[in-house]
Antibody, heavy 122, light 107 residues
Framework: DVQLLESGGGFVQPGGSLRLSCVAS????????MSWVRQVPGKGLEWVSG????????YYADSVKGRFTISRDNSKNTLFLQMNSLGAEDTAVYYC???????????????WGQGTLVTVSS | DIQMTQSPSTLSASVGDRVTITCRAS??????LAWYQHKPGEAPKLLIY???SLESGVPSRFSGSGSGTEFTLTISSLQPDDFATYYC?????????FGQGTKVEIK
């Protein structure tokens, strides 16, 4: 079975940094693009960032460009999101998501983790 | 960026009702559209991809249609398990965006 297990969420002050991790299992990790999607409490879903299976292409929403960095370690089946210069607007549940299409760019998402909560507050 | 607009934002319906949710794109996305179901405390679930293809394991009462800029998700006979929030998502451009969501409530 496909499993995506996020970690690294927590409480951080404005301007601070946090690094999220997502350990994947149950599929050939390097064959699939991966993304992070977030949900502000009480609001809708927002795609944040994505990375191709090889790691050769990375993509960001305008709201996080220049502050967040996505990466992956295919030898450890792990996806990362380095978040810097955090603001209150970044408070959200962050989901690690697997792309549905093998050997493709980012498309749509067939498996989601349970999410990790990031709270930015003074 | 391509904007996705869903309507209605909230929908009240009864078990057995036929329910239709609309999603409009700010520019043509061909059929690069997916639909998700999201329940509180759970991970979102993929229902439909490429506008009209049913994801494996999803009940056949769910269906999707449309192309270009206008799309619909239809639940043919609403079941108790279907009360949730539904999102469309475009995957046409290099900035993947969701609609704002449609909450399906019990009437």
């Amino acid at each position: 079975d496909v499993q995506l297990l996020e970690s690294g969420g927590g409480f951080v002050q404005p301007g601070g940094s946090l690094r999220l991790s997502c350990v994947a299992s149950g599929f050939t990790f390097s064959n699939y693009a991966m993304s992070w999607v977030r949900q502000v409490p009480g609001k809708g879903l927002e795609w944040v960032s994505g990375i191709r299976g090889s790691g050769g292409g990375t993509y960001y929403a305008d709201s996080v460009k220049g502050r967040f960095t996505i990466s992956r370690d295919n030898s450890k089946n792990t996806l990362f999101l380095q978040m810097n210069s955090l603001g209150a607007e970044d408070t959200a549940v962050y989901y690690c998501v697997k792309d549905a299409k093998r050997m493709s760019t980012i498309t749509y998402f067939d498996y989601w983790g349970q999410g990790t909560l990031v709270t930015v507050s003074s | 960026d391509i904007q996705m607009t869903q309507s209605p934002s909230t929908l009240s319906a009864s078990v057995g009702d036929r329910v239709t949710i609309t999603c409009r794109a700010s520019q043509s996305i061909s059929n690069w559209l997916a639909w998700y179901q999201h329940k509180p405390g759970e991970a979102p679930k993929l229902l439909i991809y490429m506008a009209s293809s049913l994801e494996s394991g999803v009940p056949s009462r769910f269906s999707g249609s449309g192309s270009g800029t206008e799309f619909t998700l239809t639940i043919s006979s609403l079941q108790p398990d279907d009360f949730a929030t539904y999102y469309c998502q475009q995957c046409h451009s290099f900035s993947w965006t969701f609609g704002q969501g449609t909450k399906v409530e019990i009437k």
